[in-house]
């Protein structure tokens, strides 16, 4: 029959239409309970049986605990629980419903195994046998082998039985459970072990009940079980009427008007009596669920739990009802024992004589923090109780492992149950049948139970089916007091030996905290009463290395050290800690017998207290020493008594001579009577204690009064340990992994993922070394990265600390580590051990917590409440504000005022927050708690909570669960209302115009964007604000010739233009372009409306009152008119204060971080790829605008992956955002100083935006001919549009609908070629070839067409400004100079307001730039400080920022050091302020400049040294490759200067690394010239000390002396310092005469550019080089290291020897006869 699809059509139809309805609550209750339950007899009490016949289908699927498995473990899959349960529930449900379809009752799901049921008379057995066969065949022709998505193939097997059967009801009244036994449910199982995937297999007892006639099998040797290979052929009526009957013995198969419906318990109707009753029967997690009308695929997860797995053999000979008796017993008892502790029994199934229970700890809701301690209790429990008290009662075996499995619902709609599955749970039933008569557990319950040692047995390994590598199996003995009499609690963690946490950073970084213990314990000397120190930390933050760390050094000290560490069993162990700290002290802690331990007694106790009453210690020691008369007589309490004073004798004894040190690790675990000791033991005796707690839990119970005064006692100091800094965390990761250097990818997932704490690092480490992530290999010490995009921030190898040597092996290999290829490490889900701890905290929270912190998860760490509301689901603004602030209250989330609060607590940019000391403050058990100041508290907190804008999580590891715990499909709907709420604020802050961060962005994708509806702003539209009386004049004229009688023919017209400029062309929207490029469209489209007479009135007023120059003004004079117009800008602008106060201080960074940065990743989460590419590349050019390249790099790297991933390719990729893609990725690497990889990309760019740029110097020769005349076509134009006083051409703008977007798009593409070849110029200047000036000055003629194309004034004048530059590079002066006046011109049309005032300031801040390069200093000082007033009113901190920059050198160039002094302070201060890394580093590098060239301080050495040694690490420093070069080649002279060579080599190393990292830039220069400086010190070294290094050395630095020479091209004020190193290094190698010309040549230099700070070292070198008449006094060496420090109000004259007090560069002497000798070759 089975082989005729066709005959079975009829059938098969009918059956499809089965479908459940939707249920009732009763129904869905229903749903987990099988019809022998719902229609069973609920009237017995149990324990109840009863009996009857039937059939038994088992039904095993092989392949689920590997399909679970790679969900868990391959961390490279980016998928959800979700997708697991849809491949499980589509594969089992299709199962399921074949069963139902036949008739059958599913009475549980064991896993991945069903076990179903046909029950009936027995006298139908035989043709339910026919129909159960041929439901099982159908499964396996059907679904026999399935393919999953991931690659792996899921099987079935079956076993079939008929005959007697057995319910079993065990429970009580809250809780019940069945399980079927009988002959015919062992022999199911044995059938089913026999069979293979796709077999099917008959049982002897079914094989003997069937119908053999309709079977043809296939005998199984040397079994009586059949394998049944189909069911013989019958027509189609026959097998319809056979069906039908069949169907007529089953009781409750759907029939008649419910033959549509699967199951007939789907449609029942409300019963609160029958409900009630199959309640008992759920798990409560499920039940809530229901209640609460949530999808059961809520709980369903990938989770680390403990499975417990309990196996009761009973005697063969045991009746059925003592059995019953005896599972109920076993059943209670479990639950009693296991309910304590939150776990939950599964399953109750009984097979092969034996009863199994499935007990778990730590499902959804129930994870407790010890869960692997409290699961081995309650398994040493059930199995002392199950072979004690249990009636006939063979064999106990229970086995316990812990890990991550499938925990969730697995069958079919209407009829499925709550399991779990996974490669723990199979391993844990296996340890329970393979180590019989015991309790075992794997090696992962042993380590997290962190019980001592000897508590557990390790055992043989045993080979287990279908088990591999199962790794160590331990038995556990159990806690028991005499175990752990005597002290066996020694500290756990080791001190390294080779990194001490005192000497060096490079473990801990706990030197402060060890300070406090240095200066405690010098302080203790000569105490009469002990002394306290507490650290308090969380767990895995260091506390036990810590602690290891000072009983060595107490030990080293020579002091008595006696160090222990509890667990926490300990805490419920009468005087554990005491007995166990004094055995120590004793030193009979390793005695064997009490023969060795009284006699180390009597020999330590002689003389200390009588011989009489050496019998108190029997019992603390077991020993056994005689009971003397006078101790006979005591009672208990007063023996206890007396005990306390003989121990204290005995310390007291021991503190006269030694100081005494007490080390308790885990201090929290101590008991009752042992803080009772320790109280009454401080206040007597001098002794000092260190402890370790760990902060309370929310459940946690107070400590007891003595506890509590010790704690809060005068003599104890309360140290709270913070988060290790991100340079610690990563070089401890180095030592983890015994490697010298990590991929730059790896560190930041360890500082992202670790948030300081050591364990979680660890934790990390080990996941992705158990995964095979990491890749190790051989370095080479002159191994440098490729210049590929890939490796861009791949670190430079770090200096190896001394004590990494003797880490490596004796040949000194040494290595490091990489990541693999095609590992995404933003896709790897937290490590069990970490989610455990996370998970413990969320299920511990009631249900409204929980849902507020999973849904602040999805938001990110740091969140709005207001977008909080926006996703939570139908909460009141007050509801969420009195659970956050339940929240606060638990240390959950913590508040800020605002965004940016949140990310400078989070910043690794800023020095960390300094070491917490404090009192305690601990309220004791025995102390009443306040109700009205908690209510008061309470409400405080809700105000604090209404009050604030921002908060975040204090722990991130919770947030990083809780997002886990939610199925992909819930995660999307919540990402799409996170990006519904923020893409109205996805643009640039209002001071800055509210534009995109790429120029008109959002124009080139509009159907893209389609969706998004801007957020209406309550807030009030900022106007225009008059800048300059220009502003104001225009605007006047404007609205008075408007309503003149003259234009009453242009009155409709413009009325018309008033509305729409009122509508599209209002200051704020003129602002939403990008403030770097565009000037106001206001201008233009009211140029439009006006006649030719009114403009030239307009530029004659302008002309009249000197703010337009006139044509033919000389240089001089334009420069100086431009300075005039800026004191007058500044001076008017004072007038628009008011409103510029309004706008505030820019906002662009928090705003990125708060807004775009989210939306990005909601996109992406939500599988909307273009989108998120969208935001990714505004993310990318947001960090470029806040100079953060790492982070614009890893946001790039991420569109790189979006754009090569199959579902963004299916989608047509905007050709323009593939263009910004490279252009920004061009922008990356230029500011890296990977000049060819830039090019390259910029290349791709230009011709992605149809701007091809030419390879050879033929296509410069043809293209630049075609620009040229370009150029003049342009000029030409705006001469003939000028004479005419129009600034836009005629009919550009007609309109404001379609042709405002075409225009915009150009836009767009025009202003990104111009930024692509701004790019490109600058590159072609770096370039040392011949050709590359005429490469360098097409890029800049082209940008100028561009934007002159454009008609934009401020992309105009920046372009002038850049082709002038270029030129002044080449030595073009006669361009040079026009085109640096044409943009002092052109930026007389703007109007100073807006933008057009933000592009007078930045032309400004250029001029300066350039006229410092060329050594104009006079004329950058006053740009400099007129710039410097413009930022300071436009409140544009970080433009502000760079112009201080460049004011300070140009000041100290100029010896001006008063002003330096107070230039410095303003950066300073503006750093302080804004909080901003970048300038931090800048004022640090310019205090040392003044250390190391002008001979005073402002911030002492060792303030810049400690910035950088905390900062160095911090990612958006790495990406500053030319301050980090300044600084340390900075710290690299200081060293050399004062002999320090053991401090030189590190800084020296890591700036010659940065060397072909870093641009020609000014500041680049300047530290290369720093650099040279540094290696001419090591060349006279190696002259004075190792004269064979000479050569090497010499050849080194004459190579780096030609580079910095080609690479002050560009900032010809350098010259002079680079002449006179070169003169140094000819006079040191014996050249005298070429020395004293390149002397020469310096002065002369000195003269040209005007650098006077040069000219005075030179003058002092040429002193004492050449004319001094005896020796010099080095002032400088004199001073140092403490140099005066010059104070805000101080002059020179405070300073009388400043302008000496220089390095002398001293020239040592040579060997004449042989100067520098070829290096020994050394013999064979």
Same mark, same amino acid.
């Given at each position: 029959?089975?082989?005729?699809?066709?005959?079975?059509?009829?059938?098969?139809?009918?059956?499809?239409?089965?479908?459940?309805?939707?249920?009732?609550?009763?129904?869905?209750?229903?749903?987990?309970?099988?019809?022998?339950?719902?229609?069973?007899?609920?009237?017995?009490?149990?324990?109840?049986?009863?009996?009857?016949?039937?059939?038994?289908?088992?039904?095993?699927?092989?392949?689920?605990?590997?399909?679970?498995?790679?969900?868990?473990?391959?961390?490279?899959?980016?998928?959800?629980?979700?997708?697991?349960?849809?491949?499980?529930?589509?594969?089992?449900?299709?199962?399921?419903?074949?069963?139902?379809?036949?008739?059958?009752?599913?009475?549980?799901?064991?896993?991945?195994?069903?076990?179903?049921?046909?029950?009936?008379?027995?006298?139908?057995?035989?043709?339910?046998?026919?129909?159960?066969?041929?439901?099982?065949?159908?499964?396996?022709?059907?679904?026999?082998?399935?393919?999953?998505?991931?690659?792996?193939?899921?099987?079935?097997?079956?076993?079939?039985?008929?005959?007697?059967?057995?319910?079993?009801?065990?429970?009580?009244?809250?809780?019940?459970?069945?399980?079927?036994?009988?002959?015919?449910?062992?022999?199911?199982? &044995?059938? $089913?072990?026999?069979?293979?995937?796709?077999?099917?297999?008959?049982?002897?007892?079914?094989?003997?009940?069937?119908?053999?006639?309709?079977?043809?099998?296939?005998?199984?040797?040397?079994?009586?079980?059949?394998?049944?290979?189909?069911?013989?052929?019958?027509?189609?009526?026959?097998?319809?009427?056979?069906?039908?009957?069949?169907?007529?013995?089953?009781?409750?198969?759907?029939?008649?008007?419910?033959?549509?419906?699967?199951?007939?318990?789907?449609?029942?109707?409300?019963?609160?009596?029958?409900?009630?009753?199959?309640?008992?029967?759920?798990?409560?997690?499920?039940?809530?669920?229901?209640?609460?009308?949530?999808?059961?695929?809520?709980?369903?997860?990938?989770?680390?739990?403990?499975?417990?797995?309990?196996?009761?053999?009973?005697?063969?000979?045991?009746?059925?009802?003592?059995?019953?008796?005896?599972?109920?017993?076993?059943?209670?008892?479990?639950?009693?024992?296991?309910?304590?502790?939150?776990?939950? /029994?599964?399953?109750?199934?009984?097979?092969?004589?034996?009863?199994?229970?499935?007990?778990?700890?730590?499902?959804?809701?129930?994870?407790?923090?010890?869960?692997?301690?409290?699961?081995?209790?309650?398994?040493?429990?059930?199995?002392?109780?199950?072979?004690?008290?249990?009636?006939?009662?063979?064999?106990?075996?229970?086995?316990?492992?812990?890990?991550?499995?499938?925990?969730?619902?697995?069958?079919?709609?209407?009829?499925?149950?709550?399991?779990?599955?996974?490669?723990?749970?199979? &391993?844990?039933?296996?340890?329970?049948?393979?180590?019989?008569?015991?309790?075992?557990?794997?090696?992962?319950?042993?380590?997290?139970?962190?019980?001592?040692?000897?508590?557990?047995?390790?055992?043989?390994?045993?080979?287990?089916?279908?088990?591999?590598?199962?790794?160590?199996?331990?038995?556990?003995?159990?806690?028991?007091?005499?175990?752990?009499?005597?002290?066996?609690?020694?500290?756990?963690?080791?001190?390294?030996?080779?990194?001490?946490?005192?000497?060096?950073?490079?473990?801990?970084?706990?030197?402060?905290?060890?300070?406090?213990?240095?200066?405690?314990?010098?302080?203790?000397?000569?105490?009469?009463?002990?002394?306290?120190?507490?650290?308090?930390?969380?767990?895995?933050?260091?506390?036990?290395?810590?602690?290891?760390?000072?009983?060595?050094?107490?030990?080293?000290?020579?002091?008595?050290?006696?160090?222990?560490?509890?667990?926490?069993?300990?805490?419920?162990?009468?005087?554990?800690?005491?007995?166990?700290?004094?055995?120590?002290?004793?030193?009979?802690?390793?005695?064997?017998?009490?023969?060795?331990?009284?006699?180390?007694?009597?020999?330590?106790?002689?003389?200390?207290?009588?011989?009489?009453?050496?019998?108190?210690?029997?019992?603390?020691?077991?020993?056994?020493?005689?009971?003397?008369?006078?101790?006979?007589?005591?009672?208990?309490?007063?023996?206890?008594?007396?005990?306390?004073?003989?121990?204290?004798?005995?310390?007291?004894?021991?503190?006269?001579?030694?100081?005494?040190?007490?080390?308790?690790?885990?201090?929290?675990?101590?008991?009752?009577?042992?803080?009772?000791?320790?109280?009454?033991?401080?206040?007597?005796?001098?002794?000092?204690?260190?402890?370790?707690?760990?902060?309370?839990?929310?459940?946690?119970?107070?400590?007891?009064?003595? %506890?509590?005064?010790?704690?809060?006692?005068?003599?104890?100091?309360?140290?709270?340990?913070?988060?290790?800094?991100?340079?610690?965390?990563?070089?401890?990761?180095?030592?983890?992994?015994?490697?010298?250097?990590?991929?730059?990818?790896?560190?930041?997932?360890?500082? $992202?993922?670790?948030?300081?704490?050591?364990?979680?690092?660890?934790?990390?480490?080990?996941?992705?070394?158990?995964?095979?992530?990491?890749?190790?290999?051989?370095?080479?010490?002159?191994?440098?990265?490729?210049?590929?995009?890939?490796?861009?921030?791949?670190?430079?190898?770090?200096?190896?600390?001394?004590?990494?040597?003797?880490?490596?092996?004796?040949?000194?290999?040494?290595?490091?580590?990489?990541?693999?290829?095609?590992?995404?490490?933003?896709?790897?889900?937290?490590?069990?051990?970490?989610?455990?701890?996370?998970?413990?905290?969320?299920?511990?929270?009631?249900?409204?917590?929980?849902?507020?912190?999973?849904?602040?998860?999805?938001?990110?760490?740091?969140?709005?409440?207001?977008?909080?509301?926006?996703?939570?689901?139908?909460?009141?603004?007050?509801?969420?504000?009195?659970?956050? %602030?339940?929240?606060?209250?638990?240390?959950?989330?913590?508040?800020?005022?605002?965004?940016?609060?949140?990310?400078?607590?989070?910043?690794?940019?800023?020095?960390?927050?300094?070491?917490?000391?404090?009192?305690?403050?601990?309220?004791?058990?025995?102390?009443?708690?306040?109700?009205?100041?908690?209510?008061?508290?309470?409400?405080?907190?809700?105000?604090?909570?209404?009050?604030?804008?921002?908060?975040?999580?204090?722990?991130?590891?919770?947030?990083?669960?809780?997002?886990?715990?939610?199925?992909?499909?819930?995660?999307?709907?919540?990402?799409?209302?996170?990006?519904?709420?923020?893409?109205?604020?996805?643009?640039?802050?209002?001071?800055?115009?509210?534009?995109?961060?790429?120029?008109?962005?959002?124009?080139?994708?509009?159907?893209?964007?389609?969706?998004?509806?801007?957020?209406?702003?309550?807030?009030?539209?900022? =106007?225009?604000?008059?800048?300059?009386?220009?502003?104001?004049?225009?605007?006047?004229?404007?609205?008075?010739?408007?309503?003149?009688?003259?234009?009453?023919?242009?009155?409709?017209?413009?009325?018309?233009?008033?509305?729409?400029?009122?509508?599209?062309?209002?200051?704020?929207?003129? $602002?939403?372009?990008?403030?770097? /490029?565009?000037?106001?469209?206001?201008?233009?489209?009211?140029?439009?409306?006006?006649?030719?007479? #009114?403009?030239?009135?307009?530029?004659?007023?302008?002309?009249?009152?000197?703010?337009?120059?006139?044509?033919?003004?000389?240089?001089?004079?334009?420069?100086?008119?431009?300075?005039?117009?800026?004191?007058?800008?500044?001076?008017?602008?004072?007038?628009?204060?008011?409103?510029?106060?309004?706008?505030?201080?820019?906002?662009?960074?928090?705003?990125?971080?708060?807004?775009?940065?989210?939306?990005?990743?909601?996109?992406?989460?939500?599988?909307?790829?273009?989108?998120?590419?969208?935001?990714?590349?505004?993310?990318?050019?947001?960090?470029?605008?806040?100079?953060?390249?790492?982070?614009?790099?890893?946001?790039?790297?991420?569109?790189?992956?979006?754009? *090569?991933?199959?579902?963004?390719?299916?989608?047509?990729?905007?050709?323009?955002?593939?263009?910004?893609?490279?252009?920004?990725?061009?922008?990356?690497?230029?500011?890296?100083?990977?000049?060819?990889?830039?090019?390259?990309?910029?290349?791709?760019?230009?011709?992605?935006?149809?701007?091809?740029?030419?390879?050879?110097?033929?296509?410069?020769?043809?293209?630049?001919?075609?620009?040229?005349?370009?150029?003049?076509?342009?000029?030409?134009?705006?001469?003939?549009?000028?004479?005419?006083?129009?600034?836009?051409?005629?009919?550009?703008?007609?309109?404001?609908?379609?042709?405002?977007?075409?225009?915009?798009?150009?836009?767009?593409?025009?202003?990104?070629?111009?930024?692509?070849?701004?790019?490109?110029?600058?590159?072609?200047?770096?370039?040392?070839?011949?050709?590359?000036?005429?490469?360098?000055?097409?890029?800049?003629?082209?940008?100028?067409?561009?934007?002159?194309?454009?008609?934009?004034?401020?992309?105009?004048?920046?372009?002038?400004?850049?082709?002038?530059?270029?030129?002044?590079?080449?030595?073009?002066?006669?361009?040079?100079?026009?085109?640096?006046?044409?943009?002092?011109?052109?930026?007389?049309?703007?109007?100073?307001?807006?933008?057009?005032?933000?592009?007078?300031?930045?032309?400004?801040?250029?001029?300066?730039?350039?006229?410092?390069?060329?050594?104009?200093?006079?004329?950058? /000082?006053?740009?400099?400080?007129?710039?410097?007033?413009?930022?300071?009113?436009?409140?544009?901190?970080?433009?502000?920022?760079?112009? &201080?920059?460049?004011?300070?050198?140009?000041?100290?160039?100029?010896?001006?050091?008063?002003?330096?002094? $107070?230039?410095?302070?303003?950066?300073?201060?503006?750093?302080?302020?804004?909080?901003?890394?970048?300038?931090?580093?800048?004022?640090?590098?310019?205090?040392?400049?003044?250390?190391?060239?002008?001979?005073?301080?402002?911030?002492?050495?060792?303030?810049?040294?400690?910035?950088?040694?905390?900062?160095?690490?911090?990612?958006?420093?790495?990406?500053?490759?030319?301050?980090?070069?300044?600084?340390?080649?900075?710290?690299?002279?200081?060293?050399?200067?004062?002999?320090?060579?053991?401090?030189?080599?590190?800084?020296?190393? =890591?700036?010659?690394?940065?060397?072909?990292?870093?641009?020609?830039?000014?500041?680049?220069?300047?530290? #290369?010239? *720093?650099?040279?400086?540094?290696?001419?010190?090591?060349?006279?070294?190696?002259?004075?000390?190792?004269?064979?290094?000479?050569?090497?050395?010499?050849?080194?630095?004459?190579?780096?002396?030609?580079?910095?020479?080609?690479?002050?091209?560009?900032?010809?004020?350098?010259?002079?310092?680079?002449?006179?190193?070169?003169?140094?290094?000819?006079?040191?190698?014996?050249?005298?005469?070429?020395?004293?010309?390149?002397?020469?040549?310096?002065?002369?230099?000195?003269?040209?550019?005007?650098?006077?700070?040069?000219?005075?070292?030179?003058?002092?070198?040429?002193?004492?080089? #050449?004319?001094?008449?005896?020796?010099?006094?080095?002032?400088?060496?004199?001073?140092?290291?403490?140099?005066?420090?010059?104070?805000?109000?101080?002059?020179?004259?405070?300073?009388?020897?400043?302008?000496?007090?220089?390095?002398?560069?001293?020239?040592?002497?040579?060997?004449?006869?042989?100067?520098?000798?070829?290096?020994?070759?050394?013999?064979?």
């Amino acid at each position: 029959m089975l082989q005729d699809p066709g005959q079975q059509i009829a059938f098969i139809a009918n059956m499809e239409q089965r479908k459940s309805s939707d249920c009732t609550i009763i129904g869905k209750v229903a749903a987990h309970v099988p019809d022998l339950i719902v229609y069973g007899d609920f009237s017995q009490e149990v324990p109840f049986i009863e009996s009857f016949d039937g059939v038994l289908l088992f039904a095993d699927i092989s392949g689920f605990t590997a399909l679970t498995e790679k969900f868990s473990m391959d961390t490279s899959l980016d998928r959800g629980a979700d997708q697991l349960t849809q491949t499980l529930n589509h594969y089992v449900g299709d199962i399921v419903e074949e069963i139902l379809v036949y008739g059958g009752d599913i009475l549980n799901f064991a896993g991945d195994a069903l076990l179903a049921l046909w029950k009936v008379q027995r006298s139908q057995l035989s043709d339910i046998i026919t129909l159960a066969l041929k439901c099982s065949l159908r499964i396996q022709e059907e679904y026999g082998v399935r393919e999953t998505e991931v690659g792996l193939e899921l099987r079935v097997k079956i076993g079939l039985s008929a005959g007697h059967i057995s319910k079993v009801v065990v429970g009580d009244n809250k809780h019940q459970y069945f399980l079927v036994i009988g002959r015919a449910v062992d022999e199911v199982r &044995l059938a $089913q072990n026999l069979a293979k995937a796709s077999e099917v297999i008959l049982s002897p007892n079914c094989w003997e009940l069937c119908n053999r006639n309709m079977i043809e099998i296939e005998r199984i040797k040397d079994q009586r079980a059949v394998k049944a290979r189909y069911i013989k052929t019958i027509s189609e009526t026959e097998f319809d009427e056979f069906f039908w009957k069949c169907t007529e013995y089953l009781q409750h198969y759907p029939t008649g008007e419910s033959n549509s419906i699967l199951r007939a318990t789907s449609t029942l109707s409300p019963n609160d009596e029958l409900e009630k009753c199959l309640r008992k029967y759920v798990m409560r997690n499920i039940l809530k669920k229901i209640d609460d009308n949530q999808p059961l695929e809520y709980l369903s997860e990938l989770r680390p739990v403990t499975i417990v797995f309990v196996n009761l053999q009973f005697d063969e000979r045991a009746k059925t009802l003592h059995l019953c008796k005896a599972i109920h017993d076993a059943n209670v008892k479990i639950s009693d024992i296991i309910h304590v502790f939150r776990g939950k /029994i599964n399953k109750v199934f009984m097979f092969d004589k034996g009863c199994t229970f499935l007990c778990v700890f730590g499902l959804p809701g129930d994870k407790q923090a010890d869960e692997s301690t409290h699961a081995l209790d309650s398994a040493f429990q059930i199995f002392n109780f199950c072979s004690e008290k249990l009636m006939k009662i063979k064999l106990v075996s229970v086995g316990v492992t812990s890990g991550p499995v499938f925990c969730g619902v697995v069958g079919h709609r209407v009829r499925h149950e709550y399991t779990v599955i996974g490669r723990k749970v199979n &391993l844990a039933a296996r340890m329970m049948m393979y180590y019989p008569g015991l309790v075992s557990c794997d090696a992962v319950t042993y380590a997290n139970s962190r019980l001592p040692h000897y508590f557990f047995e390790e055992l043989p390994q045993a080979e287990m089916k279908g088990v591999v590598n199962p790794g160590v199996v331990y038995h556990y003995l159990g806690i028991s007091e005499k175990k752990t009499m005597i002290g066996k609690a020694y500290l756990t963690k080791k001190r390294s030996e080779y990194v001490p946490l005192l000497v060096t950073q490079c473990f801990l970084g706990r030197e402060k905290e060890l300070e406090i213990y240095d200066i405690l314990l010098k302080g203790f000397v000569g105490s009469t009463e002990g002394r306290v120190i507490m650290y308090e930390g969380l767990m895995g933050c260091g506390k036990s290395q810590l602690l290891a760390e000072i009983a060595y050094l107490g030990q080293e000290a020579g002091h008595r050290v006696v160090a222990m560490e509890l667990t926490k069993v300990n805490v419920q162990q009468h005087f554990f800690a005491i007995r166990t700290l004094m055995a120590m002290f004793l030193e009979i802690d390793a005695c064997k017998t009490h023969d060795a331990r009284e006699h180390i007694l009597r020999g330590k106790l002689g003389g200390v207290v009588e011989e009489t009453y050496y019998c108190l210690l029997n019992t603390i020691f077991l020993v056994k020493f005689p009971i003397s008369a006078e101790v006979s007589k005591m009672n208990n309490e007063t023996k206890t008594k007396e005990m306390g004073l003989f121990l204290v004798k005995i310390l007291q004894k021991a503190v006269e001579n030694d100081i005494l040190i007490f080390v308790i690790d885990e201090a929290h675990f101590i008991d009752l009577a042992s803080w009772e000791f320790l109280d009454n033991l401080l206040s007597r005796i001098p002794v000092f204690m260190v402890m370790s707690l760990s902060p309370p839990s929310r459940q946690a119970r107070l400590p007891c009064v003595s %506890a509590v005064n010790i704690i809060n006692s005068a003599k104890t100091t309360y140290v709270l340990l913070r988060e290790l800094k991100p340079s610690v965390i990563l070089q401890k990761a180095c030592q983890d992994l015994g490697v010298v250097s990590i991929p730059r990818e790896l560190e930041t997932f360890l500082i $992202q993922r670790s948030h300081g704490i050591p364990f979680y690092c660890e934790e990390l480490l080990r996941n992705l070394h158990l995964n095979n992530m990491l890749i190790f290999r051989l370095w080479e010490e002159e191994e440098e990265v490729d210049d590929e995009w890939e490796g861009l921030f791949t670190n430079a190898i770090k200096a190896i600390p001394s004590k990494t040597e003797s880490l490596s092996s004796s040949d000194n290999v040494l290595y490091i580590c990489t990541i693999r290829q095609n590992v995404k490490l933003q896709n790897i889900m937290l490590p069990p051990t970490l989610k455990g701890i996370a998970l413990a905290e969320l299920d511990n929270m009631s249900p409204s917590e929980q849902m507020v912190v999973k849904c602040a998860a999805i938001i990110g760490l740091t969140f709005t409440t207001e977008l909080l509301l926006h996703i939570l689901p139908e909460w009141t603004k007050r509801k969420m504000n009195q659970t956050l %602030a339940a929240l606060v209250d638990s240390h959950i989330f913590k508040c800020f005022n605002k965004r940016k609060d949140s990310q400078n607590a989070q910043s690794q940019d800023m020095p960390s927050a300094e070491l917490l000391v404090c009192p305690g403050t601990v309220r004791s058990i025995g102390q009443e708690s306040d109700i009205h100041s908690s209510v008061c508290n309470r409400i405080k907190q809700e105000q604090l909570v209404m009050q604030c804008g921002v908060m975040a999580f204090c722990m991130p590891l919770l947030q990083e669960a809780a997002y886990e715990v939610w199925l992909k499909s819930q995660k999307k709907a919540l990402h799409l209302k996170c990006v519904s709420y923020l893409e109205g604020q996805a643009h640039k802050c209002r001071r800055c115009g509210e534009g995109d961060f790429i120029s008109f962005h959002r124009h080139t994708v509009e159907k893209m964007l389609e969706s998004i509806e801007p957020q209406e702003n309550s807030s009030e539209q900022h =106007k225009e604000y008059p800048f300059s009386e220009a502003a104001s004049l225009i605007i006047y004229t404007t609205l008075k010739r408007l309503q003149a009688p003259s234009f009453e023919g242009m009155e409709r017209k413009a009325v018309t233009a008033e509305a729409s400029l009122t509508s599209t062309c209002s200051l704020e929207n003129v $602002q939403r372009t990008s403030e770097d /490029i565009t000037t106001s469209t206001f201008s233009k489209k009211l140029e439009l409306l006006l006649p030719e007479d #009114f403009e030239t009135e307009t530029v004659k007023a302008l002309k009249k009152h000197k703010m337009l120059p006139e044509e033919n003004l000389k240089a001089e004079e334009i420069e100086k008119e431009f300075l005039e117009r800026l004191d007058e800008i500044i001076q008017q602008s004072d007038r628009g204060r008011e409103k510029i106060r309004r706008l505030g201080s820019c906002e662009c960074e928090e705003i990125v971080e708060s807004v775009f940065v989210p939306l990005a990743r909601h996109c992406v989460a939500m599988g909307e790829y273009a989108r998120a590419l969208y935001y990714l590349l505004e993310c990318a050019a947001a960090y470029l605008h806040l100079s953060n390249n790492y982070m614009a790099f890893s946001n790039l790297n991420t569109a790189e992956n979006l754009i *090569k991933s199959v579902d963004l390719r299916a989608t047509v990729i905007n050709q323009f955002e593939e263009a910004t893609f490279y252009s920004l990725k061009g922008e990356v690497c230029y500011n890296m100083g990977q000049m060819d990889l830039a090019k390259k990309f910029i290349r791709k760019a230009l011709i992605l935006l149809n701007r091809r740029f030419p390879f050879n110097l033929i296509g410069v020769f043809f293209k630049t001919l075609l620009e040229v005349s370009k150029h003049a076509s342009h000029q030409k134009k705006q001469q003939f549009l000028y004479s005419r006083s129009k600034g836009v051409p005629s009919g550009r703008l007609p309109a404001y609908t379609a042709a405002v977007s075409r225009w915009e798009k150009k836009l767009a593409v025009l202003y990104q070629q111009g930024h692509c070849l701004s790019l490109l110029w600058q590159l072609f200047s770096l370039d040392t070839a011949t050709n590359s000036k005429k490469f360098c000055h097409l890029a800049a003629l082209m940008k100028v067409n561009s934007a002159e194309e454009s008609d934009d004034e401020s992309q105009i004048i920046s372009s002038y400004t850049e082709l002038s530059l270029c030129c002044q590079m080449m030595g073009y002066q006669d361009e040079w100079m026009k085109y640096e006046l044409m943009a002092i011109q052109r930026s007389s049309h703007l109007q100073v307001i807006g933008g057009g005032l933000l592009t007078t300031v930045k032309l400004a801040q250029s001029l300066a730039y350039m006229k410092l390069c060329l050594g104009n200093l006079p004329l950058s /000082i006053q740009l400099g400080y007129r710039a410097h007033e413009m930022c300071v009113r436009l409140k544009k901190p970080k433009l502000d920022s760079l112009v &201080l920059c460049m004011l300070f050198k140009a000041l100290f160039l100029s010896i001006r050091y008063q002003d330096c002094v $107070q230039v410095l302070s303003w950066l300073e201060e503006l750093a302080v302020e804004e909080e901003r890394i970048i300038e931090m580093a800048c004022f640090f590098s310019y205090c040392l400049e003044l250390l190391l060239y002008a001979g005073f301080s402002f911030k002492s050495f060792k303030e810049c040294l400690e910035f950088i040694q905390r900062n160095e690490k911090n990612c958006i420093l790495m990406s500053q490759n030319s301050i980090m070069l300044g600084l340390y080649s900075s710290l690299a002279i200081w060293f050399a200067r004062l002999q320090q060579w053991g401090n030189f080599k590190e800084p020296f190393e =890591k700036a010659r690394r940065l060397l072909r990292r870093t641009n020609a830039s000014f500041f680049a220069t300047s530290g #290369f010239c *720093k650099f040279l400086e540094c290696e001419v010190l090591v060349l006279r070294k190696h002259i004075e000390e190792k004269p064979n290094l000479v050569r090497e050395t010499r050849t080194k630095t004459l190579k780096d002396l030609d580079q910095v020479l080609s690479r002050c091209s560009t900032s010809p004020i350098y010259y002079p310092r680079v002449y006179h190193l070169k003169a140094y290094i000819l006079l040191v190698l014996g050249k005298e005469e070429q020395s004293q010309i390149y002397l020469s040549q310096a002065f002369q230099l000195c003269d040209i550019y005007g650098n006077l700070l040069e000219k005075s070292w030179l003058e002092i070198s040429n002193e004492w080089w #050449f004319t001094a008449k005896g020796p010099m006094e080095d002032l400088w060496l004199k001073a140092a290291p403490d140099f005066p420090k010059w104070k805000i109000g101080m002059t020179e004259r405070d300073f009388p020897e400043i302008h000496k007090t220089k390095y002398l560069l001293r020239v040592p002497a040579l060997d004449i006869n042989n100067p520098f000798p070829e290096p020994e070759i050394p013999d064979v």
